[in-house]
Nanobody, 128 residues
Framework: QVRLVESGGGSVQAGGSLRLSCEAS??????????IGWFRQAPGKEREGVAV???????TYADSVKGRFTISKDTTKNILYLQMNSLNPEDTAMYYCAADPKTIATMLALHRNEYNYWGQGTQVTVSS
């Protein structure tokens, strides 16, 4: 069973940067072909897709983070990253790592219901 553990969250001022990591344990060699990504949930709001990377390395970003966030992965270590730059208070949320072994169409990549494996989350707080 794959277990996802996020780290790297914290509190920063607007304009600052953070890098989130998500380490997968219990994964087989096929994990490199999984669709994995980052979602976030702010208080009182639904969980939304932020960025996803598939087995081929194709990335999909939410419009709100394009040009500021970069998703990447280290397949040798089964670690997923999210580099977040130019953070603003609207980025404040709990950030979750998600993964699924199936091929997910690009148009559905940011849909939370497509993912069956989730981490516990790491909090990101951006102050103005």
């Amino acid at each position: 069973q794959v277990r996802l553990v996020e780290s790297g969250g914290g509190s920063v001022q607007a304009g600052g940067s953070l890098r989130l990591s998500c380490e997968a344990s219990g994964a087989t060699s096929s994990y490199s072909s999984w669709c994995i990504g980052w979602f976030r949930q702010a208080p009182g709001k639904e969980r939304e897709g932020v960025a996803v990377i598939d087995g081929d390395g194709t990335t999909t970003y939410a419009d709100s983070v394009k040009g500021r966030f970069t998703i990447s992965k280290d397949t040798t270590k089964n670690i997923l990253y999210l580099q977040m730059n130019s953070l603003n208070p609207e980025d404040t949320a709990m950030y979750y790592c998600a993964a699924d072994p199936k091929t997910i169409a690009t148009m559905l990549a940011l849909h939370r219901n497509e993912y069956n494996y989730w981490g516990q989350g790491t909090q990101v707080t951006v102050s103005s």
